[in-house]
């Protein structure tokens, strides 16, 4: 009985030691496509992107025709490590906090 309660113990450990390893390569692989917070200041430029919005720019029907980042919005607040709150018009229906895998800086000339 003790020589099956130790092999479990080893087996265990074995476990805890090869979790751990896919656990580092798992969060490696998800931080490579997060942005941070840090990139960002209050009062940048950034472009939202289209991908999950599709449904609520009804006005384009096709979806090869949307385009695929809109407008530069300014970054209004800092929520957390991977969200900002965006100054939206009233006209773009969603929430103003977005994650920060949904933006992109702005580079170019500001219009008006």
Do not use: C, W
Request: net charge positive; proline share 2%; glycine share 4%.
């Amino acid at each position: 009985m003790e020589k099956f309660i130790e092999k479990m113990k080893e087996i265990q450990e074995e476990t805890k030691v090869v979790l751990g390893k896919v656990q580092e390569e798992m969060r490696k692989y998800a931080d490579r496509k997060r942005g941070e917070v840090n990139d960002y200041r209050v009062g940048d430029l950034v472009m939202l992107s289209t991908k999950d919005l599709k449904y609520q720019m009804v006005r384009r029907r096709t979806e090869k025709l949307i385009k695929r980042f809109i407008s530069p919005y300014k970054i209004k607040k800092i929520m957390s490590l991977n969200a900002v709150e965006l100054e939206l018009p009233s006209t773009v229906k969603i929430h103003s906090v977005v994650n920060v895998s949904r933006i992109y800086r702005y580079v170019g000339q500001v219009e008006g």
